[in-house]
Nanobody
């Protein structure tokens, strides 16, 4: 059974930084591509960022480019989302998810929720103005 857990959310003022962490347990020796999504109140869950299994490829939605950085521990299913210059519009529950193994790693596939197999419970990020 694969489990995914996020941490690091909180309440901050606009302009501040937060670092989200995600740890996933799975089959021994399997390293997954992983992604971050977020869901603001009253809105649908949306793609934020993703990283390939070896960290060589990263993807971002336009609204966070230049402010957020995704990274991972080499060879581990632990990923991070460094969020700088936070804005009130970034307020949401942030979810970490495991990309389904075997699918091609492209911008198109990694931005689509249905291509992710396992999800965490989410961590709340609130940015006050």
């Amino acid at each position: 059974q694969v489990q995914v857990g996020e941490s690091g959310g909180g309440l901050v003022q606009a302009g501040a930084s937060l670092r989200l962490s995600c740890a996933a347990s799975g089959r021994a020796g399997t390293v997954y591509a992983m992604g971050w999504f977020r869901q603001a109140p009253g809105l649908e869950r949306e793609f934020v960022s993703a990283i390939s299994w070896n960290g060589a490829n990263t993807y971002y939605t336009d609204s966070v480019k230049g402010r957020f950085t995704i990274s991972r521990d080499s060879g581990k299913n632990t990923v991070y989302l460094q969020m700088n210059g936070l804005e009130p519009e970034d307020t949401a529950v942030y979810f970490c998810a495991i990309f389904s193994p075997g699918l091609p790693l492209t911008l198109s596939t990694m931005t689509q929720q249905h291509n992710y197999q396992y999800w965490g419970q989410g961590t709340q990020v609130t940015v006050s103005s």
